[in-house]
């Protein structure tokens, strides 16, 4: 499962859509995000973080509600959750983890902890809060736009950027909640990139990188697909097809996003 290693961090990925779980060392604490998906995958990370561990205490980050996401809460039931404030209170608990129910109903998946939608014990509420464990410092934003509990993590000094379900290199912006706030959130990802030093980018779905330029190409394709949602670019298919792998199962969402993106458009027009 290991996708990416190296002395501070080690990231899984789910056999299910490349989707990853970042488990990262620091001097006094464990920090774990997003751990996912299937039984024996959640098991894996579990084992991984209770090896390692010693006496530190265990953080997790869950970086939006999607059930994908949060599909392995109630397996480390000692942990400090760390969510934005929109997640905690999300008014769309009961769907999600009907949404979890379903999913193992539908194939046959038993797990060894009953799924619960995450207790928050730390709320992000603001951009720039500060989280300072030991020698590191979390600074969290908030990431309108996918969903409209998102959350962006900066880890410190180690140079970490947990991006949840943005900046992918495996899907184009995927708009469920707003266009113009996902927009937003990309001048703030711009801006994290000017204000922090960033050496890791670990997005939720797709590959983990050290390489800067493929870290602004991320951001600027993004970008660029959101800019062009609004005009109509008659050959976005065929770049979209050639730049992503999975397009066949997803260009429908690209065809949900155009929608969106006029539909807010012609609200401000007006
Ligand atoms: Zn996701």
Do not use: C
Not at 22 to 28: M, Y
Not at 103 to 123: A, E, M, S
Not at 218 to 245: A, D, G
């Amino acid at each position: 499962m290991v996708q990416y290693e190296n002395e501070t961090i080690k990231v899984f990925q789910s056999s299910l859509y490349l989707t990853t779980s970042a488990v990262i060392e620091l001097d006094d604490a464990i920090v774990l995000t997003d751990p996912n998906w299937l039984p024996q995958e959640v098991e894996e990370i579990k084992a991984y973080v209770n090896q390692v561990r010693k006496n530190r205490q265990l953080y997790i980050i869950y970086t939006h509600s999607d059930f994908d996401h949060i599909i392995g809460s109630g397996a480390f039931p000692d942990a400090i959750v760390i969510a934005s404030r929109k997640l905690s209170e999300n008014k769309h608990k009961v769907d999600a983890m009907n949404q979890v129910h379903t999913f193992d109903q539908k194939y046959y998946l038993q797990r060894n902890y009953k799924p619960t939608y995450p207790k928050v014990n730390y709320i992000v509420s603001e951009d720039g809060q500060e989280l300072v464990l030991g020698t590191s410092t979390l600074t969290f934003y908030l990431a309108p736009g996918h969903t409209d509990d998102g959350l962006f993590t900066v880890i410190e000094p180690a140079g970490i950027f947990l991006s949840g379900d943005y900046l992918s290199d495996v899907e184009f912006p995927f708009i469920f909640d707003s266009y113009l706030e996902y927009v937003q959130s990309m001048r703030k990802a711009n801006d994290i990139f000017a204000k922090h030093t960033i050496s890791l980018h670990v997005p939720g779905h797709g590959h983990t990188t050290e390489n800067k330029v493929e870290m602004q190409n991320r951001l600027k394709f993004s970008q660029e697909y959101l800019e062009q949602l609004l005009v109509h670019q008659e050959n976005m298919e065929e770049i979209l097809q050639e730049r992503y792998i999975f397009y066949e199962g997803m260009k429908h969402i690209h065809q949900d996003n155009k929608k969106l993106a006029l539909k807010e458009k012609e609200h401000i027009d007006q």
